[in-house]
């Protein structure tokens, strides 16, 4: 059986969702990375492809949490909607409704859920 490949996401070092993706760029991938929830699990899909089964320990998760929480959430998605298709303008809309009373799902959130659900990704939040 292959060992399990490694990488650590510092929290402290988390600072915006922008922050989130040149760090995991540098540290898993060797550069930049695009800058899209998308395209960063596509990628992650493709470096288990590459590198068989990892382990993700995000240290300090509960700083990246708080940072990746609904006034950055309501950020990124107030930035997406001036890109975005318009197919895609009310869903956005009602993100940003939820973001803006404090509900649903956050960045961070959304984060997790992509690690969780790739397969052959663990996942540890310390």
């Known amino acids: 059986m292959e060992p399990t490949k490694n990488f650590v996401i510092d929290g402290r070092k988390i600072t915006s969702l922008e922050s989130f993706y040149e760090f995991v760029g540098s540290e898993f991938f060797d550069g930049k990375i695009p800058e899209n929830?998308?395209?960063?699990?596509?990628?992650?899909?493709?470096?288990?492809?590459?590198?068989?089964?990892?382990?993700?320990r995000w240290a300090d998760a509960s700083l990246s949490r708080d940072v990746l929480g609904y006034?950055?959430?309501?950020r990124a998605l107030v930035?997406?909607?001036k890109h975005a298709?318009?197919?895609?303008?009310?869903?956005?809309?009602?993100?940003?409704?939820?973001?803006?009373?404090?509900?649903?799902?956050?960045?961070?959130?959304?984060?997790?859920?992509?690690?969780?659900?790739?397969?052959?990704v663990t996942l540890i939040l310390e």
């Open 37 to 56: 929830l998308d395209a960063f699990e596509e990628i992650l899909g493709d470096l288990v492809e590459e590198e068989g089964a990892i382990t993700v």
């Open 71 to 74: 006034p950055e959430t309501l």
């Open 79 to 81: 930035e997406q909607m």
């Open 85 to 120: 298709h318009p197919d895609n303008i009310e869903t956005i809309k009602e993100k940003i409704s939820s973001a803006e009373a404090g509900q649903g799902e956050t960045l961070f959130d959304t984060l997790e859920e992509i690690f969780l659900n790739t397969e052959q």
